[in-house]
């Protein structure tokens, strides 16, 4: 009888905001990385140091937003007029779509952390079996 040893979960490159599989594509340029190719799903530590740079410009865009609303009204009198600049809505977006990149990041690099887990798991069940 013939044991059917279990096959590691498959690592391919993946776009980080589709999260579809980039297999073929040699160059991949995207919001946050420091590399030009596309990360394999189990790179964890690409996928932390990606995160961690768009934790930094979410944090980055928290210390900004106030104080350039807070110049840009500084004595002037449509801060009464209820008078938002069109930048302030444009800033606003920007914290939206960044807030669910990082959050997309953040599965990816769950994702990333479960197939090294799996992995693990497997191999583990092989050694006991053999």
Request: aromatic share 8%.
């Amino acid at each position: 009888m013939a044991t059917h040893k279990p096959q590691p979960a498959a690592s391919h490159p993946i776009c980080p905001t589709c999260e579809g599989d980039l297999t073929g594509r040699e160059l991949l340029h995207y919001l946050a990385s420091a590399r030009c190719s596309p990360l394999r799903s189990d790179d964890v530590s690409n996928f932390y140091e990606e995160v961690a740079r768009l934790v930094r410009f979410l944090g980055a865009l928290a210390q900004s937003g106030p104080l350039a609303v807070a110049f840009h009204f500084n004595g002037k009198e449509d801060a009464r007029n209820d008078y938002t600049p069109e930048w302030v809505s444009d800033f606003v977006w920007l914290a939206q779509d960044l807030t669910e990149e990082t959050e997309r990041r953040l599965r990816l690099l769950d994702d990333a952390g479960g197939i090294w887990q799996r992995r693990a798991e497997e191999k583990t069940a092989n050694k006991k079996e053999g």
